[in-house]
């Protein structure tokens, strides 16, 4: 039976709109103008006259990266940049591509994804030689085998971020631990993917047991537990969401009280809706990871590092940043966080957070997605067996 939804709501178009609306508008004053793109520009057009494809993610990503990055390398190199926005779609792509022409050049990736094509061969070594930027990121967003073996640069975006309706809660949440609470059972809001929700129900189990900081190696070395515990706490789970504007939405219409979202959605919301409160838990803090790599096969790879490098200058890294996206690059850290209390509130920006960041257990989830996936699909999605 469906309920029934409250009169007064913001509609999902409205609700999009004043997101873009707040993420614009964070995102003046302040930035780097096209003239230093253009006195680049000036420089070396040596990629005058050819095309690069991207791929990026749909939504906050690819509008940053149209407005930020495309006419400032355009101006920059002379080339001309096609952006392909997508999600779960980059790879089923690349391998439907004849063989030495990939649908594109350069691909904005994940770790659920971007490990295993990697591990396929569907992406070439980088020559960081070329990437001279990438020595501006805090060493420990980069301490990781794609990195460390060349396949490509990665990089913190969206930390898990316990979000909720202060209108409807009696406390002020501060643990993962509080999403096992009597009052908000049955009110709670979980991503519908595992990689951060299984990850949440970790949190969840390491900060009852008094164990708060462990959740990744829960997941490594104690995973059918954190199933178990997952599938047992799994009737508190009111909505299961697919996007993080959902989520929102849903807090926004008290159809949920409290859950986990990625911090890029929140933040514009909470600016509109004082109502809205989040917070990342110091404990157990992970970031989805996210990639730029190189397609095997593309006549455009000196291209596709030039855009990476650039990707990574600090003119981009403030570009983005304030436009409410995580940044590992200290000074573009400190620019957004003096703006933007939200993001301060959400995101590393000093030395010592920096140090501290950390990803999702992504090579843990590919050591054993068969298992994780048959048991999120048919008994934490769905109330299945719980055997």
Request: proline content about 6%; some cysteine; overall charge positive.
């Amino acid at each position: 039976m469906t309920k029934k939804r409250p009169s007064k709501r913001v509609s999902r178009r409205d609700f999009i709109g004043m997101a873009s609306v707040a993420a614009g508008a964070a995102s003046l004053g302040g930035l780097p103008s096209l003239a230093f793109a253009k006195a680049q520009g000036a420089k070396k057009p040596m990629f005058k006259g050819q095309t690069l494809r991207v791929f990026v993610y749909s939504g906050a990503w690819e509008k940053a990266f149209r407005e930020e990055f495309v006419p400032r390398f355009e101006a920059m190199t002379g080339a001309r940049v096609v952006v392909d926005p997508g999600w779960w779609d980059s790879i089923p792509k690349l391998k439907a591509s004849p063989k030495g022409h990939p649908a594109f050049d350069l691909v904005l990736t994940d770790g659920t994804q971007g490990y295993p094509a990697i591990k396929e061969g569907m992406f070439q070594k980088i020559d960081m030689t070329r990437i001279p930027n990438r020595l501006s990121l805090v060493p420990s967003v980069l301490n990781n085998w794609v990195y460390t073996d060349g396949y490509g640069i990665t990089f913190p975006e969206s930390a898990m971020t316990l979000a909720y309706n202060k209108n409807m809660l009696k406390f002020t949440p501060t643990s993962w631990a509080d999403l096992l609470r009597d009052d908000v059972k049955g009110k709670v809001g979980l991503y519908n993917s595992f990689y951060m929700s299984l990850y949440t129900f970790a949190c969840m189990k390491v900060a009852h047991e008094g164990k708060p900081g462990t959740a990744a190696r829960e997941i490594e070395t104690n995973l059918n537990s954190v199933i178990t515990f997952a599938k047992e706490h799994r009737d508190a789970i009111k909505y299961w969401w697919p996007t993080s504007t959902d989520m929102a939405l849903n807090l926004v219409q008290r159809n949920t009280s409290i859950g986990n979202i990625h911090s890029s959605d929140i933040l514009p919301a909470m600016a509109q809706k004082p109502e809205l409160g989040a917070i990342v838990p110091d404990a157990d803090r992970a970031f989805v990871q996210f990639m730029w790599v190189i397609p095997v096969g593309t006549q455009r790879k000196d291209l596709a590092e030039e855009a990476i490098n650039f990707i990574f200058s600090e003119d981009m890294q403030t570009a983005f940043a304030v436009r409410g996206q995580a940044t590992a690059n200290l000074a573009s850290a400190k620019i957004a966080a003096a703006k933007n209390p939200f993001w301060k509130q959400i995101y590393p920006s000093t030395t010592e957070q920096l140090a501290k960041v950390a990803y999702y257990p992504y090579d843990a989830y590919t050591k054993n997605w068969d298992v994780i996936t048959k048991a999120w699909d048919e008994s934490i999605l769905r109330k299945g067996h719980r055997s």
